[in-house]
């Protein structure tokens, strides 16, 4: 059972440039949250999706903004990429359309360096 | 908002020593909270889930227990062993977002 996937691994985007990150959910998961988590810190929550809408967001820019597909694979982009947002992205499934008492679970991450 | 604090930011023990691992949040009305290990670079791996209404969790040399009133959690590893160093991040479940401590990056010393 393949948990939680994420791509890229690495990427090396310059000031301005847009990315686009990607996660496929653990199978059976319906649900998908972005973090963003910067170095020595521990994760933020970007946005969270469900039925392939955004159903909750953090405090983050409408630079951040994501997508939910039919599979409930998601993709997080953003636009006009500052220094700051060098990060490792991380992505987590879980099924609270079940119960919301589930466990989250989590991908390796995408780490991003903005130069 | 939700504050999770975690203390100590470092802790460094010789190997065979028990670690006992803090994690405080400002608001009670959580589901459920979760431990994770975290190494460099890499995902997270969770640990324990606790939910609201339990007191305790355990898993091998893991313990976990929660005392929600209070705003508390702790983690004891009973004796650490080098592979146990890594960051150990406690995360609170309140409305379907997990808000997260800075971590606690532990050393164990051969």
């Known amino acids: 059972d393949a948990g939680v996937t994420q791509s890229p691994t690495h990427l090396i985007k310059t000031r301005g440039q847009q990315v686009t990150l990607r996660c496929s959910p653990k199978?059976?998961?319906?649900?998908v949250s972005w973090y963003q988590q910067a170095l020595g810190q521990g994760p933020q929550f970007i946005f969270q999706y469900y039925e392939e809408e955004e159903r909750q967001r953090g405090n983050f820019p409408d630079r951040f903004s994501g997508h939910q597909f039919p599979n409930y694979s998601s993709e997080l982009n953003v636009n006009a990429l500052l220094l700051g947002d060098s990060a490792l992205y991380l992505c987590?499934?879980?099924?609270?359309?079940?119960?919301?008492?589930?466990?989250?679970?989590f991908g390796p991450g995408t780490r991003l360096t903005v130069l | 908002k939700q504050e999770v604090t975690q203390i100590p930011a470092a802790l460094s023990v010789p190997e065979g020593e028990n670690l006992v691992l803090n994690c405080s949040f400002t608001d009670s009305a959580i589901y459920n909270l979760q431990w994770f290990r975290q190494d460099p670079g890499k995902g997270l791996t969770s640990l324990l889930l606790i939910q609201s209404s339990q007191r305790e969790q355990t898993s091998g040399r893991l313990n976990a227990s929660l005392d929600k009133s209070s705003g508390r959690s702790t983690l004891y590893i009973a004796a650490s062993q080098p592979g146990d160093s890594a960051t150990y991040l406690c995360a609170v479940n309140g409305d379907y977002k997990l808000s997260f401590g800075a971590g606690t990056t532990v050393t164990v010393r051969a």
């Open positions: 987590a499934s879980s099924s609270p359309s079940v119960t919301i008492t589930d466990t989250q679970y």
């Open positions: 199978s059976g998961h319906d649900t």
